[in-house]
């Protein structure tokens, strides 16, 4: 009975409005990805980015996989297509460029976890973030290698840059420790337990849009004319019309397509969550690492923050 | 001889259920075997319990994995490293830890050691200790950043099943050490999870929460940690610059000194005893996942 009544508990408490997540102090985010579309997703991070950058902060994406099997084009191409088309978004969002570490598309399961972290760490110390975007490295059921492979070394890097030993040849190019202080996590909410958001990121209508026009600048891999001479077949076969697609072109409709189904999932997680635009994410502040002092250190602190 | 190795570990298992009941008051003449990734958080989650245990006539083993090489604040890898490794065999020692055993990894960097090569290092102290108890990071707990802790736990439970079979690593029968089957195993970490306590979504073979008081040994615990002064003394100063580099202040470490390090070494382990009572008529406690007997029997042979 008292199990019972602590499932139902917890059932009816996961379905409550998550906490309103703020944006932390602070001047530099490092966005660290596994690949060129991967902070512009339907699942974050484009509008996150987006206020950030709104609030002040100068944004970095770090792309980690060269991206040579997304898409349709053969490796070369497909690698500087999205590579270009990475910049592309990111320049809509505002961001200041794009690092690529270029490791093998897919093949990331395999290569070294610690020489990727230990990029990390380098552009951690060279950029001294103050938050950092990245995958859960704790949701589940994500098939993608390169994203657990990636989010398990930002993981690490997050705090190993902050200590001295770690690399300290770093140290000797006139970097100095940084251990991050704030993270967002992101992971398909619909893929299992593993990742649990804790916070809601309001957005407003801008943000939403550039967030839509950052993802819809992948058109080697989103916004696909033959899918929209797919739902038009579709829409006809049912009888059905879309107005606002009636005068365009099959490639204007399949952006058309992808930019309001990014205004879709934005909306419902707003409306989840008692606002109008949102993304959700598990967010980690500077002190949650020490679940023993936390409390203590944020009621004896004294001046701002 | 797989069948072989299966009667003997149902036989085993049997043994268990037969043997008396067992809260942790009957530890006398248990043998535990600690496994840590690093000199300090065994302490942190487990240390009032295994000090209970000894006090209750268990003998305890501690393996600590990697050497504790990078946390410092202004010392060398290798100062940094003897300098722990004499503190958290002080601290071994505070809890009634007999014996302790430095594998000597270095720290943060265990994502590059063969999972194998771990599993079977620690295989070989369960096969020569024989514990009954096993004690270990849960490599199953979310957000806890340090992943060394992961694979710690993780080559921990794989161990504690190989060392049961006796196909895993022959040249160990040679040489003496035979199969053993530990019989409780003891998952621990901070509570960073907040799905921690959450039932698993199947109960069979699924470890149970468990509470265990710590009061009576609250203060030991306490004097344990506090023996790892340069790791705690990294921390203060860590918090320290963070504070101070965001235009706050921290009165306890306007000076950090020992006794500064101290207090904050005592609250971080009262606060961390508290979260883990919470739920329970406890003061102070620590928080587990347990797989005892019955988690190895499903319920249908129990019966």
């Given amino acids: 009975m008292k199990l019972h009544l602590l499932v139902t508990a917890a059932a009816a408490l996961s379905a409550a409005p998550l906490p309103r997540g703020k944006i932390p102090p602070g001047k530099v985010v490092l966005v660290i990805q596994a690949h060129h579309d991967d902070h512009t997703t339907d699942y974050g991070m484009g509008g996150l980015i987006a206020r950030l950058v709104d609030s002040g902060f100068e944004a970095w994406f770090v792309r980690a996989s060269n991206d040579e099997k997304d898409g349709s084009h053969g490796y070369p191409h497909n690698d500087m297509i999205n590579r270009r088309e990475s910049e592309e978004a990111t320049r809509i969002l505002g961001m200041k460029g794009v690092h690529s570490l270029n490791w093998r598309n897919d093949y990331m399961d395999s290569i070294p976890i610690l020489e990727l972290r230990a990029q990390l760490i380098l552009l951690i110390r060279r950029y001294r973030p103050d938050v950092v975007l990245g995958h859960d490295p704790w949701g589940h059921y994500d098939r993608n290698p390169d994203h657990r492979k990636v989010a398990w070394a930002l993981a690490e890097a997050s705090w190993m840059a902050g200590l001295a030993n770690v690399h300290p040849e770093h140290l000797e190019s006139g970097l100095k420790p940084h251990r991050v202080p704030c993270l967002f996590f992101k992971a398909r909410v619909d893929y299992g337990r593993g990742h649990e958001p804790n916070v809601a990121i309001e957005l407003n209508q801008d943000q939403v849009r550039r967030k839509m026009r950052a993802y819809s600048a992948h058109r080697n891999v989103y916004a696909s004319p033959a899918m929209a001479r797919a739902v038009r077949q579709q829409l006809a076969a049912e009888g059905l019309r879309i107005d606002e697609i009636e005068d365009m072109t099959d490639e204007q409709a399949a952006v058309a397509f992808e930019e309001w189904y990014m205004e879709w999932i934005s909306r419902k997680r707003g409306r989840e969550n008692g606002l109008t635009f949102a993304e959700v994410y598990w967010f980690v502040d500077e002190f949650d690492h020490l679940p023993g002092l936390k409390s203590y250190i944020e009621s004896a602190a004294r001046g701002p923050q | ?303």
């Fill in chain 2, 1 to 303: 001889m797989r069948t072989r190795a299966g009667i003997g570990l149902m036989a085993a298992v049997l043994a268990g259920v037969l043997a008396p009941a067992d809260p942790l008051g009957a530890a006398e003449n248990k043998k535990l075997l600690i496994i840590t990734a690093d000199a300090g958080d065994y302490i942190l989650c487990a240390g009032g319990t295994i000090a209970g245990m000894i006090e209750q006539g268990a003998s305890a083993h501690l393996v600590r994995v990697t050497n504790d090489d990078k946390d410092s604040w202004n010392l060398s890898p290798e100062e940094t490293a003897q300098r722990t490794r004499q503190q958290s065999e002080r601290a071994a020692k505070i809890l009634g830890i007999a014996k302790v055993t430095s594998l000597g990894y270095r720290a943060g960097e265990l994502g590059g050691v063969s999972p194998t090569e771990l599993r079977d290092r620690l295989m070989f102290y369960i096969r020569l200790d024989r514990p009954d108890v096993l004690i270990i990071p849960n490599p199953y707990a979310h957000y806890v950043e340090v992943l060394d802790r992961f694979y710690t736990g993780q080559a921990g439970e794989e161990a504690r099943r190989a060392a049961a079979l006796e196909n895993f690593q022959p040249p160990f029968a040679i040489a003496g050490l035979s199969t053993h089957i530990t019989p409780e195993l003891y998952y621990y970490a901070q509570p960073v999870d907040p799905r921690r306590r959450e039932p698993e979504s199947t109960p069979t073979f699924a470890p149970q929460p468990k509470q265990i008081d710590i009061g009576a040994q609250f203060d030991k615990k306490v004097r344990a940690a506090q023996a790892l002064e340069t790791i705690h003394f990294s921390l203060a100063m860590r918090i320290k610059e963070r504070i101070e580099s965001t235009g706050r202040r921290l009165p306890l470490l306007d000076t950090v000194d020992r006794a500064a390090v101290n207090k904050l070494v005592e609250i971080n382990v009262g606060k961390l005893a508290q979260i883990a009572a919470e739920g329970t008529s406890l003061r102070r406690a620590e928080e587990f996942l347990y797989a005892g007997v019955e988690y190895q029997i499903p319920a249908k042979y129990r019966k």
